[in-house]
């Protein structure tokens, strides 16, 4: 009787203690952007009252591991996960207000950049990524510096113990982290090969741990031997069945499918419980979806809730959760820095970028210090290779910014190109070198070629850190402009335009940062132009052409900046640009058969000119307003003849094609212009866009006695042009189709197909 009553109260304390000993482990598979679903998960245990002790995860699982580890509750993961900011570092966009301008390059018309490393023996090597790490590097740095300091860099002291999971693809082995830099464990997890580039650990690259293990099951019984597994799996097969349809559009991401969608759901014990949500529909990529993904895995946990319940006896209260996660967080230290850790840099390497930081010895840094001087760095795509962390000194109870120097592409190739239907298809080639010491050397050679257009330009641009960052550059700019040779394949009615232009440009720019969003440039050049024309379009083989020869110096100052989100047809983002120039020409003429002027001239200019353009775009929805404004003021002298004066004075050139065509009533030594933009997204990559401009000359240019030009007192006139054009933008650049209506008589209509980004280089004179 005595031993049954033994027995009997220890299976009463075996039953009363089992829930309180028990403990959970929540695994959480791999998957791109369906990891987001792992969030809903969450909400539906916490709202439950359902305890989890043990965290394991690979790739997105991993990264919504890493969050609540850190002591970050479901809700407020999920309103990262659906912010615009979340995006921006999915996309490699920089966040609002760290776009900084006083990098960034002039617009040219290539569409394919090939990044190498060139080494002092001249091997180059191949670097290539999908995906920009610039903001998610960063993101997650931040973001996790003050949990991993709070455990000790230990991840079984974090606010639940975790386990992320990596890839060593060189000996082929699953690596489990447990320690160390939680950003750091949780960038690894999403480095899928050629989508992210790895970063090292202890000295190793290691990569997404879903190529080995993306449900890491097992890792949850060897590392902590819970009593109930919950396995949640978002990776089972997309496609069922052969893709006959979508296999071409697929193919390009082939390699995401197989290392993200595949997983073993055997792996949970009779004990666990696995959920899998029905996310038929949904990709590795749609990390727009985030909101629809983070509910459907809240409904699919809710379905499994009550077999969670039967085998999970315990539970932990909302309340207690958020009191243990508060007395985590509140040994938090402040984001406080007083120093810069630099790996892979020599000293003068180093003096450079703290300047750019604008470090100093004992004068600590704040966070915001270290965001901008860390965005100011990266808007040079020389450094966007940097990989940054977050440390603690216990000792001076402080932070430091870990600065690594991964594999810098110092050489890159640029191909581009026009094909369209006037003659003005072109190629663009470029290259650029870079040299980093204590100041940073980016040479660089580009050439345009075609029927219309030809060009060839050299700088060499030298940025110095000192005095809050400067830049000096000599450049060499030749421009070649056939207009006779510019033939319209669609509409044949058109007069032939008799002008080539050619001009050359010497000179050197000093540029400097204006705040954030802004550059100032000073510079100084000497122009050689030749401009050879008829003044008539009814020219025959017996006829000479005029030449024109404009010899001198020009120099200036302008400020300006650019967020339009493309380099061509925008419709978010603001650009603007305000200059004073000052020139001074010596004119040499020499008439043609058609002139009414007989014996050469020469004679010397001097004016100055002030121009302002400014145009941005207002995006609601999937509707973009833009409005763009511009204005010249000058006293820019008359030359020999009416047509000299014409082709060389400020011209509005606000379309596509306008810079292919010589419109004479664009054209004015001063004007006001206003324009109106209404764009259309069809779908993200396809726009249909209208856009209307008035155009105002405050002294018309017009005929004098014997070809010579003076003002027209008349100057009542405003001219219109405007277009209606269809536009997606493709991988290789726009294919546009556009409808253009010029207030012109020799150019009233014309239809343009074109397939490249239609860009040139500034003339010597603009």
Do not use: C
């Given at each position: 009787m005595q031993l049954a009553k033994i027995l009997l109260l220890t299976a009463l304390l075996g039953m009363a203690t089992s829930g309180y000993g028990q403990k959970v482990a929540l695994v959480l598979s791999g998957g791109g952007a369906k990891g987001i679903a792992h969030v809903g998960v969450l909400k539906a245990l916490e709202e439950n009252n359902i305890p989890v002790d043990y965290l394991v995860g690979t790739s997105m699982g991993g990264i919504v591991a890493g969050c609540y580890a850190a002591g970050y509750p479901a809700d407020e993961i999920e309103k990262i996960m659906t912010s615009p900011?979340?995006?921006?570092?999915?996309?490699?966009?920089?966040?609002?207000?760290?776009?900084?301008?006083?990098?960034?390059?002039?617009?040219?018309?290539?569409?394919?950049?090939?990044?190498?490393?060139?080494?002092?023996?001249?091997?180059?090597?191949?670097?290539?990524?999908?995906?920009?790490?610039?903001?998610?590097?960063?993101?997650?740095?931040?973001?996790?510096?003050?949990?991993?300091?709070?455990?000790?860099?230990?991840?079984?002291s974090l606010f639940v113990p975790v386990r992320i999971v990596a890839a060593d693809i060189f000996t082929q082995n699953e690596v489990v982290l447990n320690s160390g830099s939680l950003s750091h464990a949780l960038r690894t997890t999403l480095s899928v090969p050629f989508f992210y580039k790895p970063i090292r650990l202890d000295g190793k690259y290691l990569f997404d741990g879903g190529i080995y293990n993306n449900f890491p099951v097992d890792v949850a019984i060897k590392e902590f031997d819970p009593d109930v597994i919950i396995g949640v799996n978002v990776s089972s097969k997309i496609f069922n069945d052969y893709p006959f349809e979508k296999d071409d559009r697929l193919l390009d991401k082939s390699l995401l499918y197989m290392l993200l969608d595949k997983s073993n759901p055997d792996l949970i014990p009779g004990s666990g419980v696995y959920i899998e949500p029905d996310l038929r529909g949904y990709t590795s990529f749609d990390f727009g979806k985030a909101q629809n993904l983070i509910d459907s895995g809240y409904v699919w946990a809710m379905n499994h809730m009550d077999e969670i319940k039967a085998k999970v006896a315990r539970s932990s209260s909302c309340d207690s959760?958020?009191?243990?996660?508060?007395?985590?967080?509140?040994?938090?230290?402040?984001?406080?820095?007083?120093?810069?850790?630099?790996?892979?840099?020599?000293?003068?390497?180093?003096?450079?970028?703290s300047r750019i930081f604008n470090f100093h010895k004992n004068e600590p840094l704040y966070i915001e210090d270290i965001k901008t001087g860390y965005y100011r760095l990266v808007s040079e795509k020389f450094f966007r290779t940097i990989y940054p962390d977050?440390?603690?000194?216990?000792?001076?109870?402080?932070?430091?910014?870990?600065?690594?120097?991964?594999?810098?592409?110092?050489?890159?190739?640029?191909?581009?190109?026009?094909?369209a239907t006037r003659n003005i298809s072109q190629i663009y080639l470029g290259m650029e070198y870079y040299y980093f010491d204590n100041y940073l050397l980016k040479n660089s050679i580009n050439f345009y070629t075609g029927s219309f257009y030809k060009s060839a330009q050299l700088r060499s641009r030298l940025d110095?850190?000192?005095?809050?960052?400067?830049?000096?550059?000599?450049?060499?700019?030749?421009?070649?402009?056939?207009?006779?040779?510019?033939?319209?394949?669609?509409?044949?009615?058109?007069?032939?335009?008799?002008?080539?232009?050619?001009?050359?440009?010497?000179?050197?720019?000093?540029?400097?940062?204006?705040?954030?969003?802004?550059?100032?440039?000073?510079?100084?050049a000497w122009v050689n132009n030749t401009d050879r024309f008829a003044n008539t379009s009814s020219f025959t083989s017996a006829d000479t052409l005029d030449r024109l020869d404009l010899n001198g110096l020009r120099a200036g100052i302008y400020i300006s900046r650019n967020s339009l989100n493309r380099k061509q047809y925008a419709n978010e983002g603001k650009a603007f640009k305000l200059s004073l120039d000052y020139f001074n020409m010596e004119e040499r003429y020499k008439p043609g058969s058609t002139s009414a002027i007989e014996a050469t001239q020469k004679q010397g200019h001097q004016w100055f000119r002030a121009k302002a353009t400014v145009e941005q775009y207002f995006k609601t929805g999937n509707h973009s307003t833009g409005y763009f404004l511009e204005s010249v003021f000058s006293n820019q002298p008359f030359f020999s003849n009416y047509y000299a004066s014409l082709i060389?004075?400020?011209?509005?050139?606000?379309?596509?094609?306008?810079?292919?065509?010589?419109?004479?009533?664009?054209?004015?030594?001063?004007?006001?212009?206003?324009?109106?933009?209404?764009?259309?997204?069809?779908?993200?990559?396809?726009?249909?866009?209208?856009?209307?401009?008035?155009?105002?000359?405050?002294?018309?240019?017009?005929?004098?006695?014997?070809?010579?030009?003076?003002?027209?007192?008349?100057?009542?006139?405003?001219?219109?042009?405007?277009?209606?054009?269809?536009?997606?933008?493709?991988?290789?650049?726009?294919?546009?189709?556009?409808?253009?209506?010029?207030?012109?008589a020799e150019t009233k209509f014309g239809v343009l197909l074109h397939v490249g980004f239609l860009l040139f280089h500034d003339k010597s004179m603009d």
């Open positions: 900011e979340f995006m921006k570092w999915v996309n490699g966009d920089l966040e609002k207000g760290y776009n900084y301008f006083y990098s960034k390059e002039e617009p040219n018309a290539a569409f394919l950049s090939i990044k190498l490393s060139l080494d002092s023996t001249f091997n180059a090597s191949l670097t290539s990524s999908i995906a920009s790490d610039l903001s998610l590097n960063y993101a997650l740095a931040e973001t996790f510096a003050q949990p991993s300091a709070n455990a000790g860099y230990n991840f079984d959760v958020a009191e243990k996660r508060n007395k985590f967080q509140a040994k938090n230290k402040p984001l406080k820095f007083d120093t810069i850790h630099f790996h892979g840099f020599n000293s003068k390497q180093r003096k450079y970028i977050i440390s603690f000194n216990a000792e001076t109870e402080s932070y430091q910014l870990e600065i690594y120097g991964r594999p810098r592409n110092n050489f890159n190739v640029e191909i581009g190109g026009t094909i110095l850190s000192a005095l809050n960052q400067f830049y000096i550059e000599p450049e060499l700019t030749y421009n070649s402009w056939d207009y006779i040779d510019s033939d319209d394949i669609l509409i044949k009615e058109r007069a032939p335009t008799l002008l080539v232009r050619t001009d050359r440009k010497y000179g050197i720019n000093l540029g400097f940062p204006v705040g954030s969003h802004f550059k100032g440039v000073i510079n100084s060389n004075a400020p011209a509005l050139e606000p379309l596509q094609d306008s810079r292919t065509l010589l419109l004479q009533n664009f054209r004015a030594h001063n004007y006001l212009t206003v324009g109106l933009r209404s764009v259309y997204s069809i779908r993200p990559n396809l726009n249909f866009r209208i856009e209307g401009y008035a155009f105002k000359a405050l002294e018309s240019i017009t005929t004098a006695n014997e070809s010579r030009s003076g003002y027209d007192d008349f100057i009542d006139s405003i001219y219109f042009t405007g277009t209606a054009a269809l536009t997606l933008h493709s991988p290789i650049g726009p294919i546009n189709l556009s409808m253009n209506y010029y207030d012109d």
